[in-house]
């Protein structure tokens, strides 16, 4: 049995490597069958809006958006709303799927039952 596995990403195509990182952990733990919650901070908030996984490249990684399409596939991706607030980003700029929570979302996730938090 899996248990549950929240996984905050804080960076965007400045530190690529780690923001792709985030991303791979989260798809393959989907595809192992864990309950996952993606969340995306900092300059991270932006691969919540169509377009931009798109655009990420990383070479020899998989391509973001199609973690990004495997995360949605059976788990949650949430853009936290300071974040977005800052970079003018609302809900209906948002990919399909994709949300907008704050703190107490998070908070509330991270000390669930049994559940693994990374950042």
Request: aromatic share 6%; glycine share 10%; proline share 3%.
């Amino acid at each position: 049995m899996t248990r549950p596995l929240v996984v905050k990403v804080t960076c965007g195509d400045e530190d690529a490597e780690r923001c792709n990182q985030g991303f791979t952990v989260a798809a393959t733990a989907v595809a192992a069958g864990a309950e996952v919650s993606l969340w995306l901070t900092g300059e991270a908030a932006w691969f919540g809006v169509p377009g931009r996984a798109e655009e990420f490249e990383l070479e020899l990684a998989t391509p973001l958006d199609q973690l990004v399409a495997a995360v949605l596939a059976s788990g949650t991706i949430t853009v936290c709303s300071q974040c977005a607030a800052r970079r003018g980003i609302v809900a209906g700029d948002l990919r399909d799927g994709v949300t907008i929570a704050g703190a107490a979302v998070f908070a509330e996730q991270v000390l669930g039952e049994g559940v693994q938090a990374l950042v």
